[in-house]
């Protein structure tokens, strides 16, 4: 065993942040305190001016112009931009990019990878429909090739950023008659393309997504990526570099931060129970460091951590619900304010405590329901049968 | 002992079902929320032409004569229908009044609906704000007939006529009832969402307030007015429970993935028997604490020991039953939201856990000495 992190990765970590402190301006962070409803300007600024420094595709191999680092490098990056509640444009960076590396035709990669690098384009995510959800591959929007093109019907449900992207990245039924994670294949669809319609579904959480409507869209033969019908394995089948993705940890840490500057001047002989629930905080906190770092060697050491990404995810996410009442029970009333009332106690990323609390009810089921990461933990983590 | 509704109580949870269910559709819930369309005085008054404002207010008194246990149905009701409306502080307000005879023509003007009485619910005499800007502000107080400080946090203070409230006069404890005509409201947005606004008296006179205690009395008051606002908040809190239990039920045994309902598989099942617990216990705890306090007004352990349950159990409904419902859940347009989020709010609101902690473990453990306490 030996737990030390390389050293040449706390060098990073060090050279980030200061890089960090220099491009991180107060109207950036004005900017993202705003409305979730729309990427404000800022926000794709910053983006363009990582993406020119060489952040960007930091964790991408050099020959499709990323910077080559390993896996420890890029959960250093993901860290410090999740600490600091920096966004990052996840799904065209993490799942569109690593996709074309691996399937995209040549004409695919040349067109959209250099682009993607220098944040000037981004992609949605069509996965989800109305009755496929945790069954995702029960999906039902079909593409019909007709000559030269594909054509498409049906519709999505949380296409995220629909209303502003430039590109969805769209998983559609291509074999209706084959066994159903054989008939599904992935397309890329420009989102101004005609017979789309996107209206607008608002959360708890404070963002918007969107319900999406395709008819009769029709789109090149060239849309498809890959091989027709392989869409699911694309889907599913994951590179080490998107194994290390942007998870709650960071935030949980800044959220304890937080509270221990809040509680610098002591607390209060009344504050018992308080006292024992930060000290479960901590703890919590300490576990999912460990194992996150478990994680992340797993992948530097070129295996595959399919229970422990599982394990880690049920855990984080949980913790971080938990984490939140628990906060506001110890703060009481004033963190119950949004932002923008006075009184209201709003952390130094300008996040209230009512709105992460509110936010948090997303993380149970996004990205694979907390139930079924349990499943996955029973059959890869234990051998149980399926 | 049954636990069960009597003939009366029966009556009063269909009346106010169905009447809550009329005129507050969820979308209406909905642009409340939004701040669009929101309550009024004038459905308030329609509440009290129901009965339900004076409904614990002796008869001699012109009230309902009805129990505390009657009153709760009523107040169940409006958390399982997640109306935000004064019906809690109005329950409580009667209370203090009725237990003095200084306000009488108070007492007739709340049962009547002619005027709305909240309480200064946040200005806990066990639990006093500690973090941001209103830990620091002035505490309410009356001198030579002006009155000055803040009342932090006052629920539906935008169309109430009148707030009863712990204050100083002249340096001593007392409870009053306090016009809010001359005062400064601050609507706030809070994670419940009910309509919310901080009170600034920035010395505004005195005219029309009542003490209605001063000196040692005045503290009973406070406490009293502080375990009733607890127990009836957890009787409320039982109601947006249940209604958290049907709708998850209801919506896995709809809801079909894998080629059938969720409610098939047995995660998901265990899901739905664990809400189950949570709520049945909330909410039986609740009804039996106010019924103690109903036989005996000084017994309120079980207020205290109810609260510190439902504080933990409305949290760990907002994530069960977001778990089962998946994105759907998390709608504006859809109506757990509003159930959800108000728990969490709840589980903070009239009583902490760090509150209740005190209280229960000095009860339980009175050689442990009283822990200090930072009154107000
Ligand atoms: C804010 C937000 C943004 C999103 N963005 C996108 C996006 O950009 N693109 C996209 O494609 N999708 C997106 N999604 C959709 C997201 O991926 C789905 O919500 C998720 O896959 C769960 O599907 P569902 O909501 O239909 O829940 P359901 O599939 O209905 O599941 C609900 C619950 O049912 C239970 N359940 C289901 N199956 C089982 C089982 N076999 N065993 C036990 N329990 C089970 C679980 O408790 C589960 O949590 C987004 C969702 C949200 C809320």
Redesign the interface.
């Known amino acids: 065993m030996d737990f030390k992190y390389p050293p040449e990765v706390e060098a990073f970590r060090e050279e980030f942040r200061t890089y960090l402190d220099r491009i991180v301006t107060p109207e950036l962070k004005a900017a993202m305190a705003r409305s979730h409803d729309q990427t404000p300007p800022e926000v794709h600024a910053f983006w363009r001016q990582m993406g020119a420094d060489g952040y960007l595709g930091f964790g991408w191999p050099k020959e499709y112009g990323g910077g080559g680092k390993s896996v420890l490098f890029l959960h250093a990056f993901n860290h410090e931009m999740g600490y600091r509640n920096l966004p990052v444009p996840v799904v065209t960076l993490n799942t569109v990019g690593p996709a074309l590396m691996r399937v995209g035709t040549e004409e695919q990669k040349q067109e959209f990878l250099p682009r993607i690098l220098r944040a000037e384009i981004e992609f949605a995510i069509g996965y ?1 429909e109305p ?1 496929a ?3 995702l591959a ?1 999906l039902k929007t079909s593409a019909v090739r007709d000559g030269d093109e594909w054509v498409i019907n049906g519709r999505k ?2 296409t995220t950023g629909a209303h502003q992207a430039d590109y969805l990245w769209m998983a559609v039924r291509t074999d209706p008659d084959a066994p159903k994670h054989r008939g599904i294949s992935l397309l890329i669809v420009p989102l101004d393309s005609e017979g789309i319609e996107v209206q607008p ?5 404070g963002h918007r997504t969107n319900l999406t409507f395709y008819d009769n869209v029709r789109v090149p033969a060239s849309a498809l990526v890959g091989e027709e019908n392989r869409g699911w394995y694309y889907m599913t089948t994951q590179l080490d570099f998107e194994r290390v993705a942007i998870s709650p940890i960071p935030q949980m840490e800044r959220i304890v931060n937080s509270i221990k500057e ?1 509680f610098k001047d002591g607390l ?7 006292r024992s ?1 930060l000290a479960s905080m901590i703890a919590d906190l300490n576990v999912l460091q460990v194992l996150d770092m478990k994680t992340a060697a797993i992948v530097a050491n070129g295996d595959v951590p399919l229970a422990e990404a599982s394990m880690l995810k049920v855990l984080s996410n ?1 913790f971080k ?2 984490h939140l ?1 628990d906060v ?11 932002t ?6 709003i952390d130094e990323w300008g996040q209230s405590y ?1 709105g992460q ?2 936010g948090s ?2 993380n ?3 990205g694979g ?3 079924i990461q ?2 996955l933990m029973a059959i890869h983590g234990l051998g149980l049968p399926r | 002992m049954r636990f069960q509704d009597s003939d009366t109580q029966k009556l009063l949870r269909e009346t106010t079902r169905a009447f809550l269910a009329d005129k507050f559709p969820h979308a209406r819930l909905y642009a409340i929320e939004k701040g669009e369309n929101p309550l009024t005085a004038d459905e308030v008054r329609g509440f009290a032409e129901l009965g339900w404002l004076g409904l614990t207010v002796p008869e001699n008194k012109g009230g309902a004569g009805a129990t505390l246990l009657d009153a709760a149905v009523v107040i169940d009701e409006f958390g399982y229908a997640a109306v935000p409306a004064p019906i809690v502080v109005t329950i409580v307000a009667s209370q203090l009044l009725a237990s003095v005879e200084a306000a009488p023509e108070h007492l007739s003007q709340l049962t009547e609906g002619t005027a709305i009485y909240t309480v200064s619910a946040a200005t806990r005499r066990r639990g006093p704000i500690r973090y941001g800007t209103l830990a620091g502000a002035a505490a309410l107080s009356m001198n030579n007939g002006t009155l000055t400080g803040t009342l932090p946090l006052v629920p539906f203070a935008g169309i109430a006529t009148f707030v009863l409230a712990p204050l100083t006069v002249d340096g001593e404890p007392a409870f009053g009832l306090i016009p809010l005509v001359g005062a400064r409201i601050e609507p706030v947005r809070v994670l419940d969402r009910a309509s919310t606004a901080h009170v600034h008296f920035d010395g505004a006179s005195a005219n029309g307030a009542i003490l209605l205690a001063t000196g040692p009395a005045a503290v009973e008051m406070h406490e009293l007015c502080d375990a009733l606002m607890t127990g009836f908040s957890v009787v409320e809190t039982g109601g947006l429970m249940r209604r958290v239990l049907e709708m998850s039920t209801t919506y896995i045994s709809n809801r079909v993935q894998f080629g059938q309902p969720v409610a098939k598989f047995q995660a998901a099942r265990h899901r739905a028997a664990e809400l189950l617990m949570q709520s049945e216990s909330a909410r039986w705890a609740a009804y039996h604490a106010i019924w103690r306090l109903e036989e005996d007004p000084s017994d309120r352990r079980e207020i205290w020991l109810a609260k510190h349950w439902s504080n933990r159990a409305g949290p760990r409904m907002f994530e069960l039953a977001h778990l089962l419902h998946g994105g759907v859940g998390v709608g504006l347009d859809y109506p757990l939201h509003l159930y959800t989020q108000w728990l969490e709010s709840a589980a903070v609101q009239a009583g902490t856990q760090n509150e209740m902690t005190n209280r229960i473990v000095e009860e339980a453990v009175p050689s442990a000495g009283k822990l200090a306490t930072a009154a107000r």
Do not use: C, I, K, Y
Not at chain 1, 340 to 345: D, R, V
């Open positions: 989800t009755e959800g945790t069954d029960s449900v949380f579904f608002h959360t708890m959480a809040l209060g002989p009344d504050e018992t129970w308080t629930a949980e619900l938990r009442a506001v029970q110890m703060l009481g009333e004033p963190s119950l304010l949004a923008g009332s006075s009184g209201g106690l009512e609390l509110r009810s997303v149970l089921f996004g329901s907390n139930d349990r499943d």
